[in-house]
């Protein structure tokens, strides 16, 4: 069995962070690993706390992770502050894992923002260039580049501008274009459309980390980059598409959709 080490914040609601990434890798048959970067208290509906580790902490699960037990694939979520930035950052380039799949998580689906504006230097610098891939949305692709993106040109200039900044790929998703959330791969040598089916849900709360989790999944089972992404994206819509009616706001994705026979109502 593969193993892949998640570094991100833990979510109380289950739907997102560290629980979402957990359950993601275990739906595709990955051992899963976790460094806990903050503690949020959060539902469907809002993000009411926050509860950064310490720096020490942080260092030390990296540690004791990469120290014991064979890393395949890393996956970065929300780190939090400049401070934490830089202490991951360290780690990994004192561990060197040959995968890191970096979703640059700013704002939750409720709108609070999970990464403070001292940190978007840091990670330009410290942590782009460590990634095998940064998977931004729309709105982080403008924080990492200073522009907006409003046509497909923009996605075109925003991904060469992000992959200037050292990630060896980018894939651009764009949920929050209208239309259809096609996003845009880029390697460095071509561009790949990945089509995408809007699917008329308010459940959608977890879908960047669920993707991000599941291309890195894929990666640590040995699949080449453009299919890791292709399949992570089939995988993604599914689970949006059997998506949960858990609490009163955005309930989450179904990570385990493939498992299960039942109709949606019978997890309600």
């Given at each position: 069995?593969?193993?892949?080490?998640?570094?991100?914040?833990?979510?109380?609601?289950?739907?997102?962070?560290?629980?979402?990434?957990?359950?993601?890798?275990?739906?595709?048959?990955?051992?899963?690993?976790?460094?806990?970067?903050?503690?949020?208290?959060?539902?469907?509906?809002?993000?009411?706390?926050?509860?950064?580790?310490?720096?020490?902490?942080?260092?030390?699960?990296?540690?004791?992770?990469?120290?014991?037990?064979?890393?395949?694939?890393?996956?970065?979520?929300?780190?939090g502050s400049k401070e934490?930035?830089?202490?991951?950052?360290?780690?990994?380039?004192?561990?060197?894992?040959?995968?890191?799949?970096?979703?640059?998580?700013?704002?939750?689906?409720?709108?609070?923002?999970?990464?403070?504006?001292?940190?978007?230097?840091?990670?330009?610098?410290?942590?782009?260039?460590?990634?095998?891939?940064?998977?931004?949305?729309?709105?982080?692709?403008?924080?990492?580049?200073?522009?907006?993106?409003?046509?497909?040109?923009?996605?075109?200039?925003?991904?060469?501008?992000?992959?200037e900044l050292g990630p060896k790929a980018v894939l651009l998703k764009g949920g929050h274009a209208a239309g259809n959330p096609n996003d845009l791969f880029y390697d460095g040598k071509e561009f790949s459309w990945i089509k995408g089916e809007r699917i008329h849900t308010k459940n959608t709360h977890g879908t960047g980390c669920t993707l991000s989790s599941a291309i890195a999944s894929n990666l640590a089972n040995g699949l080449p980059l453009a299919t890791s992404i292709e399949q992570a994206k089939i995988y993604i819509s599914e689970a949006i598409r059997n998506s949960l009616e858990l609490g009163k706001g955005h309930g989450p994705v179904h990570h385990f959709h493939q498992f299960y026979k039942k109709e949606r109502s019978d997890f309600t």
């Amino acid at each position: 069995m593969k193993r892949a080490l998640t570094i991100a914040g833990s979510d109380s609601g289950g739907g997102a962070g560290i629980q979402a990434d957990l359950k993601t890798f275990s739906a595709h048959r990955v051992y899963g690993m976790s460094v806990i970067t903050a503690v949020t208290a959060q539902n469907t509906l809002e993000v009411r706390s926050i509860q950064p580790i310490d720096l020490p902490v942080i260092t030390d699960q990296i540690a004791a992770v990469f120290e014991d037990i064979r890393v395949d694939a890393v996956k970065i979520g929300m780190l939090g502050s400049k401070e934490t930035v830089e202490t991951v950052a360290h780690s990994l380039k004192l561990f060197k894992p040959a995968i890191v799949v970096l979703d640059p998580v700013m704002i939750s689906k409720s709108g609070h923002h999970l990464l403070d504006e001292r940190a978007v230097s840091s990670v330009k610098t410290d942590l782009l260039p460590l990634a095998t891939l940064v998977t931004p949305n729309i709105p982080e692709a403008e924080v990492l580049t200073g522009f907006p993106i409003r046509t497909k040109q923009d996605f075109y200039k925003a991904c060469t501008a992000i992959l200037e900044l050292g990630p060896k790929a980018v894939l651009l998703k764009g949920g929050h274009a209208a239309g259809n959330p096609n996003d845009l791969f880029y390697d460095g040598k071509e561009f790949s459309w990945i089509k995408g089916e809007r699917i008329h849900t308010k459940n959608t709360h977890g879908t960047g980390c669920t993707l991000s989790s599941a291309i890195a999944s894929n990666l640590a089972n040995g699949l080449p980059l453009a299919t890791s992404i292709e399949q992570a994206k089939i995988y993604i819509s599914e689970a949006i598409r059997n998506s949960l009616e858990l609490g009163k706001g955005h309930g989450p994705v179904h990570h385990f959709h493939q498992f299960y026979k039942k109709e949606r109502s019978d997890f309600t």
